[in-house]
């Protein structure tokens, strides 16, 4: 039996890469709960996440990819939050160890 290959996909964009793991791993989790629209719908955002040109810097530039509405605009939000928060916890380790 063939095994099923897990294929990272790439963003055209490096910095939109965030995203595109982060959605993937939602639409994995939705698959595995059979929730088959939720799932097609973070398929079709992240299809246009990868061919998106410019950075994601901000939950109102997702609002202008197709298939992204308010509430799928809050999981951008999440995803940059929480880099903000890994940024902070690494420049507050540097200058700690600075004293």
Known sequence: MSAKKALRRKAVNSHNQKFVDHFTELKRNADYRHMDKIAMCYLKILNNICKCPLPILSSSQALAIEGVGPNMAKKFEEVLLAK????????SRKSTKNK
């Open 84 to 91: 903000e928060a890994s940024l902070a916890g690494k420049s």
